[in-house]
């Protein structure tokens, strides 16, 4: 099993990027994805979610409009388009897919994606 961030770097206030999840190893297409963040000395933070079809999608109140979530499930990948960015949106981000199947949670993270927002 394995979840793979890439597109992640440094970028000036105002611009974006392309977050990629690649996963493999297991049946991607079942399972939810998330993408979190996280800065040292603070928990982990939801920044969007997909349904396993694509069908449902959403991002946290402070990303609305400015992050949007994507899966391409032929290909095993989700994507997260950030524009506008701003510092504050520095961070590492992280991949994650989960389900639940009779009461019991399957969870997967990838290792990060490091995302700094600076001029």
């Known amino acids: 099993v394995q979840l793979v961030e890439s597109g992640g770097g440094l970028v000036q206030p105002g611009g974006s990027l392309s977050l990629t999840c690649a996963a493999s190893?297991?049946?991607?297409?079942?399972?939810?994805v998330n993408w979190y963040r996280q800065t040292p000395g603070k928990e982990r933070e939801l920044v969007a979610g997909?349904?396993?079809?694509?069908?449902?999608?959403n991002s946290a109140d402070s990303m609305k409009g400015r992050f949007t979530i994507s899966r391409d499930n032929a290909k095993n990948m989700v994507y997260l388009q950030m524009n506008s960015l701003k510092p504050e949106d520095t961070a590492m981000y992280y991949c994650?897919?989960?389900?639940?199947?009779?009461?019991?949670?399957?969870?997967?993270w990838g290792q990060g994606t490091q995302v700094t927002v600076s001029s």
């Open positions: 994650n897919a989960q389900k639940v199947i009779l009461g019991k949670k399957y969870s997967y």
């Open positions: 190893g297991f049946t991607f297409t079942s399972y939810n």
């Open positions: 997909i349904s396993p079809a694509g069908g449902s999608a």
